[in-house]
Each structure stands twice: as structure tokens, then as C-alpha cells.
């Protein structure tokens, strides 16, 4: 059975950083990532990460977050640097395997001002 678990998340102040990480049981998977939910917004991509290292962010993240992965460990990192009020959401672990996607459970990020 899949099972993808986060941590790192919590609170932190307005240009500050925090790392997530997801560690994922199975197989290794063709595609890792993280997705977020801001309340009373849908849920968007925030990055993506092949099992080559090829990764994809969203526009508003970008030079700011760095995804990573450790394909031994099955475990992907979301580094998080000079974080804005805006990236206040929950933050969920993505992961495709073939044409399926699994999730975490999702961790909580707050950003205050």
C-alpha cells in the first residue's frame, strides 16, 4: 500500500524559510511533487520534480522554492525561502506512479506578517 507522509511545515515569519519533506513507501515513483490549498482557494501546483530531476514550479515561486528528491530514499523536499504571507496553505505531497496519483495527508504552512 502507498502511503506518502509530510513534515516540516508550521509557522514562520515573513521571509523566512521552512523545508518540507515527503517520504513516500513502494515503488519509486515517475513523478513527485507538491501541490497547495489556500483557504476559500483552489488547489495549485506549486512544483514537480521527475525521477530524472527534471522540476517545474509555478510562476509565483520560482526563485524563491526548490524541490528536490532523493530517489534512493523515495523521499521528496520542498525547500521554501523568503516566504510571503500568500504561500499561507496547506501543502500536499504529490505522487504519480504509472497513470495513478497518490497524496498525502497534507501539512499545514503559515506565513504571518
Known amino acids: 500500500q502507498v502511503q506518502l507522509v509530510e513534515s516540516g511545515g508550521g509557522l514562520v515569519q515573513a521571509g523566512g524559510s521552512l523545508r518540507l519533506s515527503c517520504a513516500a513507501s513502494g515503488r519509486m515513483f515517475n513523478a513527485m511533487g507538491w501541490y497547495r490549498q489556500a483557504p476559500g482557494k483552489q488547489r495549485e501546483l506549486v512544483a514537480t520534480?521527475?525521477?530524472?530531476?527534471?522540476?517545474v514550479y509555478v510562476d509565483s515561486v520560482k526563485g524563491r522554492f526548490t524541490i528536490s528528491r532523493d530517489n534512493a530514499k523515495n523521499t521528496v523536499y520542498l525547500q521554501m525561502n523568503s516566504l510571503k504571507p500568500e504561500d499561507t496553505a496547506v501543502y500536499c505531497c504529490w505522487a504519480l506512479m504509472i497513470a495513478r496519483s497518490f497524496w498525502g495527508q497534507g501539512t499545514q504552512v503559515t506565513v504571518s506578517s
Open positions: 520534480i521527475s525521477s530524472g530531476g527534471v522540476a
